[in-house]
């Protein structure tokens, strides 16, 4: 049987990679197989792609071309690892996916929507997710919580972008699930963590039980 696909999405600093963790703890307590990648990145060609988005390199050649760059490294990581493991019966907890590259690349960065949906249909056949949590929050809250972990670097090329691109982004998402309410649920991420834990796990206990009625 085919495993299932569960995508973690949202705005900076909203607790996504803090709860994917658990999530992914949780399931192999429970005896699930479960693989954790992330985008950009997740097999060896997309990580290598991953430093040239967020380090701002691919930048100054336009959003186009930072949007084919998202598209290569997930076409990597959904032959090379996500299908793969889907094959194999494996649950794959995905920190980021497909929603990104609409809301950075297609809601604040102005990619033309056809060009992102034609290469989101060629690189995603086979690998759609069944169940995407939207984690939302304010922005400021977001990037002050990712400040606190950021490198020496700083911030990432789209950390550094202005607070009214952040909330164009949180918007996005929130307009993703309210067009596809099969697939996502909007997590209320500027609670606790155990309170976001807690919605978390009845929003992927509720999607594993209608899975299993089917
Ligand atoms: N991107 C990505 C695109 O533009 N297009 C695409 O197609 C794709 C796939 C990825 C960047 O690339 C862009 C989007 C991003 O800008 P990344 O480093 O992978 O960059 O960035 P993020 O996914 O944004 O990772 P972050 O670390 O910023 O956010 P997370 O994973 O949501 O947050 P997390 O769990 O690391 O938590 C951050 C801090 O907050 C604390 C944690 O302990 C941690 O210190 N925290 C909480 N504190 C209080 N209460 C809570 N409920 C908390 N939850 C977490």
Redesign the pocket.
């Known amino acids: 049987m085919r495993g299932h696909f569960i995508t973690f999405e ?1 705005g ?7 709860q994917i963790q658990r999530v992914a703890k949780w399931l192999q307590d429970e005896g699930h197989k479960v693989l954790v990648t ?3 990145g997740g097999s060896p060609g997309a990580e290598a792609v991953r430093h040239v ?2 380090s701002g390199a691919a930048e100054k050649y336009g959003v186009d071309m930072e949007a084919v760059l ?1 598209a290569a490294a997930r076409s990597d990581n959904v032959e090379q690892i996500i299908k793969p493991a889907l094959a194999s019966g494996t649950t794959v907890l995905c ?3 497909m929603d ?2 609409r809301v ?2 297609g809601v604040s960065g102005g990619v033309d929507p056809d060009f992102l949906t034609a290469m989101e249909k060629a690189v995603t056949e086979g690998a759609r997710p069944d169940l995407t949590l939207i ?1 939302d929050l304010p922005p400021e809250l977001g990037l002050q ?2 400040a ?2 950021w490198a020496e670097d700083g911030p ?1 090329r ?2 550094k972008e202005d607070l009214a691109e952040q909330q164009k982004r949180r918007q996005g998402f929130l307009d993703i699930a309210a067009r596809e309410p099969d697939r996502c649920v909007v997590i209320d ?1 500027s ?3 155990d309170n ?1 834990g807690v919605a978390v796990d009845m929003a992927v206990t509720t999607y594993m039980r209608k899975a299993t009625e089917h």
Do not use: C, M
């Open positions: 949202g900076e600093g909203a607790g996504k990679s803090t992330r985008e950009p988005v967020l998202f920190d980021r996916f990104s590259s950075y690349q984690f919580r990712a606190d972990v990432d789209f950390e991420a609670q606790s963590l976001v």
